[in-house]
């Protein structure tokens, strides 16, 4: 199906999933607004964006099947199936966020009717951020996310660490997005586009590709998304912040909000800067790594299973910039399976922390899980898979996700991140596995440790989905590797041709 | 590159000494005979009543909020009334450019309902 942008209709359907959830979004927005009084509302506005993130999740599935392509120039919004991939794991995290939450909002008597309004927005800004070709776009679909989540993160307003994780995460976030706005705002100055497309094409028909106005736009922009996925040395929000905010709020961040962020880091380096990967794989390298150093060691000496999995997540951060080291498309292609499998596993985990924490689960150390296979077959089963997963032990996706970002970083000759990444994963095995001791080995610390432990029929369903996706996946990868591969190919070099620019280079 | 900056970099020169000399200047010309009553805040002829850095109700940042999202709005009318009969967007005509606004009213009209049933226009 072929689209021009130019034409209302043609865009219009390439907007479609996102101008769905938009309007679903406000509608039900207007929903809380009259029915805001009793929780059984609340639940029913949860259940209610579950339809819309459907039916956007069906116009996407539509449009990649229906072989949506782009005929014409190149606007700002990209079409192509990194696009549809990347926007088919937001709506996966966000469904799996709202079906977490709508429990857990009454369990913890936060009665906060827009709740739900706001995870749908979220997602609308993280869609944009996953679909827009323009800076300017990536912008604003940044903003939309950010404001949402800022929200979210203080959404419990009766605890003074939510509120202070808010605070936070606002006032460095203003500040992560102003040094975006100036990376944006000389990366014009130095091409004379916001256009992906078109930057690349600029870059190398003017020649500028050591351009120093370039060099300190493409600086900044680092600055602003390293601030977003949260690597070292933009990470210090990160722990606090996660560990401040309702835990299913914390899930959604550390899943869906660093894939938006980093699905628009990706095609920026891949498309707008793939000239200068000669230039940028050194910044991606000394961020990566740092990233799994800093991040992995601190995790071992966290107590608490909620700041060590903000830890965790913040490893994480630095495996993805792995794959985007060698600006290949393989790493591309690694990048999105890595990306699938880690919004399933981080959800996973931070589901039973919800099942065994109470307001807000900060306290939960891994000592108090001890025996929970005892009481708790199913969370102890899901807990196990999420932390083999997170660590790439091999029968799960997550080991699978390694080996291709491995190969990818190798196959360009990157080895030497490979084995920062090896020896990291080597070390992030001392406190994922300590998790899994403590639920099969240790007694119970008490008759009634596990007493108040559950989650609804609803959720244990989704963690028994979740589990199995882990395990198949991690045996029978191939249908999904296919996927991803046609994902990495929208960034095959493009045809465009340069415009004239407002500050001559010379 | 950094030639066409001259200019500006003269302008802010200029702009930044002026100001220096003009205080300075009336602070050296001028005669200074400083009185208890002539030294205290102007308070449009009100004897001052306290500090004026104090807590205010967050209800004031409430409505400062909401006066900007409505005030904003009319930034974006005001140009595109202008530019109406030009416009041709989604390669609709005018009819886009309408589509279009109208699609950023409905947006704004929903944020007033929820407001305004949220009942953060009452002050009380």
């Known amino acids: 199906m072929p689209l021009d942008l130019e034409h209302g209709r043609d865009l219009t359907l390439a907007l479609l999933p996102e101008l769905l959830l938009t309007a679903w979004a406000a509608a039900l927005l207007l929903y809380a607004a009259w029915r805001h009084r009793d929780s059984s509302a609340q639940r029913r506005a949860g259940w209610l964006s579950l339809f819309g993130i459907a039916a956007s999740a069906g116009a996407v599935l539509w449009l990649w099947i229906g072989g949506a392509r782009l005929e014409g120039p190149a606007t700002s919004v990209a079409v192509d199936a990194f696009r549809w991939a990347v926007d088919l794991i937001i709506l996966v995290g966000a469904a799996l966020t709202v079906l977490l939450s709508v429990h857990y909002l009454d369990r913890e008597g936060i009665r906060v009717p827009e709740y739900h309004p706001l995870v749908l927005f979220a997602a609308v800004g993280m869609m944009l951020l996953a679909g827009g070709a323009d800076l300017f776009v990536l912008f604003l679909g940044l903003e939309l996310m950010s404001v949402s989540v800022y929200v979210l993160a203080g959404i419990n307003r009766r605890n003074p660490a939510s509120a202070e994780a808010a ?340 | 590159m950094l030639q066409s900056y001259v200019p500006l970099a003269l302008l802010i020169a200029f702009v930044v000494l002026n100001a220096a000399i003009m205080v300075a200047v009336s602070h050296l010309l001028s005669a200074s005979r400083p009185t208890p009553v002539k030294e205290r805040p102007y308070e449009s002829g009100m004897p001052p009543l306290g500090s004026a850095r104090e807590r205010f109700d967050v209800k004031f940042y409430l409505v400062a909020v909401l006066f900007i999202v409505f005030d904003i709005e009319v930034v974006f009318m005001l140009p595109w009334g202008v530019a109406f009969r030009q416009l041709d967007l989604l390669g609709l005509g005018m009819l886009g450019g309408l589509i279009e606004m109208g699609v950023f009213v409905v947006i704004l009209a929903v944020g007033y309902v929820y407001v305004w049933k949220r009942g953060a226009l009452q002050w009380s």
Not at chain 1, 301 to 322: E, N, W
Not at chain 1, 470 to 477: Q, R, V
Request: charged content about 10%; proline content about 5%.
């Open chain 1, 167 to 506: 605070l936070k995460y606002f006032l460095l976030g203003a500040f992560a997005s102003a040094f975006l706005l100036y990376g944006i705002a000389l990366t014009y100055g130095a091409t004379g586009t916001t256009k992906l497309s078109r930057i690349g094409a600029q870059i190398s028909a003017l020649g500028i590709e050591s351009h120093p106005m370039l060099a300190a736009g493409l600086a900044l922009l680092f600055v602003g998304f390293g601030f977003k996925v949260a690597a070292v040395p933009f990470h210090m929000w990160t722990p606090d912040v996660y560990d401040g905010a309702p835990t299913p709020v914390t899930a959604f961040m550390a899943a869906s909000v660093k894939a938006a962020a980093f699905a628009a880091l990706v095609r920026l380096l891949l498309e707008a800067f793939a000239a200068l990967q000669p230039g940028w794989d050194g910044v991606v390298w000394g961020l990566a790594a740092i990233t799994m150093v800093v991040g992995n060691l601190i995790a071992l000496a966290q107590r608490a299973v909620k700041r060590m999995l903000a830890y965790s997540s913040i490893a994480h951060a630095g495996y993805l910039l792995t794959a985007l080291v060698s600006g290949s498309l393989a790493g591309a292609a690694a990048f999105l399976f890595y990306l699938l499998f880690y919004t399933l596993m981080t959800v996973g985990a931070f589901a039973v922390l919800i099942a065994k924490g109470r307001s807000g689960e900060r306290d939960v150390t891994s000592d108090d899980l001890s025996g929970l296979a005892e009481s708790h077959p199913l969370l102890a089963l899901t807990m196990t898979v999420c932390m083999l997963s997170l660590l790439g032990f091999p029968g799960t996706a997550g080991f699978i996700g390694k080996w291709y970002i491995l190969t990818s970083a190798t196959g360009a000759g990157y080895a030497g991140l490979a084995v920062v990444l090896v020896l990291t994963t080597v070390v992030s095995a001392g406190y994922y596995l300590p998790i899994v001791m403590a639920m099969y080995m240790k007694p119970r610390l008490h008759e009634m440790a596990h007493a108040d432990v559950g989650l609804p029929r609803v959720v244990r369903g989704m963690l028994v989905a979740l589990v199995v996706a882990l395990l198949f996946y991690g045996i029978w990868p191939n249908q999904l590797l296919t996927l991803a591969r046609e994902g990495s190919h929208a960034f095959l070099p493009p045809h465009v041709t340069p415009v004239a620019v407002p500050f001559s280079p010379n």
